[in-house]
């Protein structure tokens, strides 16, 4: 049924195959997830019920209301959209049948595999979960680091990539080389001015990771590839890092909160004026 109203719509036979077919369409201009609910819809976009494996499509008509062929043997019928059981989420088609551009965003479009697969709050498996890819899908990625090494589906990686909507994904479920071609390297968080009693310090070295905690074992915030600014608010002793010939128990927090040993900022191993956390 869907296939035949966008190939009436459009001319064009965009949605051939199964309602799991359509759900992974390269023709996808956008995509919403089922914690979403149905506030980001518009008449036309498809509504996708199934876990792991899509079984069941309909069409989102407006005001609350779908169309769909229910099951065999009964009519077709409009009724109020159903966002419980195994919803998983929207698709808008895109009913040109070309290609879908670049995002507009200054992001580069890639598709994801696998099912299941969840987005973060920041570059580790242990931060919070933004959304869940029942499978396949398209993001924006706006760029990479180095951040939280991880193993899965046989595949190791420390790569992170940060999507358009701010959420970090592991580069292990985007489909391309581990290093994703043409991606710049997010070069960590520009640091805000100095505010609160905080002091601007200059790090040094490359591949430079914070922590969530004083601890070089904690979750990775950020990664910074070159030398750059951050602002120290106080600082503590900790964790003794070895790195680069020097050894320091002296730990900085920065005004997102995160830590950085003291080893890779510039100046003597306890920092000047600098207040003890």
């Given at each position: 049924m ?13 949605l ?24 980001p ?39 109020p959209v ?20 670049p ?43 180095h951040a ?36 710049p ?6 640091p ?13 070295g490359t ?34 890092v ?17 830590w ?18």
């Amino acid at each position: 049924m869907m296939r035949y109203a966008y190939y009436r719509a459009t001319g064009r036979d965009l949605l051939n195959g199964t309602a799991d077919d359509q759900y992974h369409s390269p023709q996808a201009a956008a995509r919403f997830s089922a914690a979403q609910g149905t506030a980001p819809l518009v008449p036309g976009d498809l509504m996708f019920w199934g876990s792991g494996y899509i079984h069941h499509v309909a069409m989102y008509l407006g005001a609350g209301q779908m169309v769909e062929a229910y099951e065999s043997g009964t009519h077709i019928r409009v009724t109020p959209v159903r966002t419980g059981g195994d919803y998983a989420g929207a698709v808008r088609i895109n009913p040109s049948g070309t290609p879908v551009p670049p995002p507009a965003d200054g992001g580069s479009t890639f598709e994801t595999w696998g099912t299941g697969v969840r987005t973060h709050s920041t570059p580790s498996v242990r931060s919070s979960v933004v959304d869940t890819f029942a499978g396949p899908s398209q993001v924006s990625v706006q760029c990479q680091e180095h951040a939280e090494t991880v193993t899965a589906e046989g595949y190791t990686n420390d790569i992170w990539s940060k999507l358009a909507d701010g959420s970090w994904l592991t580069n292990i479920y985007i489909k391309g080389p581990a290093e994703l071609p043409g991606i710049p390297d997010c070069g960590g968080d520009t640091p805000p001015p100095p505010s609160g009693g905080s002091t601007a310090f200059q790090t040094w070295g490359t591949g430079v990771r914070t922590h969530d905690e004083p601890n070089v074992n904690a979750g990775v915030v950020d990664y910074f590839a070159q030398p750059t600014t951050v602002n120290v608010v106080c600082q503590e002793h900790a964790q003794t890092v070895t790195a680069d010939g020097y050894t320091n128990d002296a730990w900085s927090k920065l005004t997102n909160g995160a830590w950085l040993t003291n080893i890779y900022i510039k100046g003597p191993a306890w920092l000047p004026g600098v207040a003890t956390c």
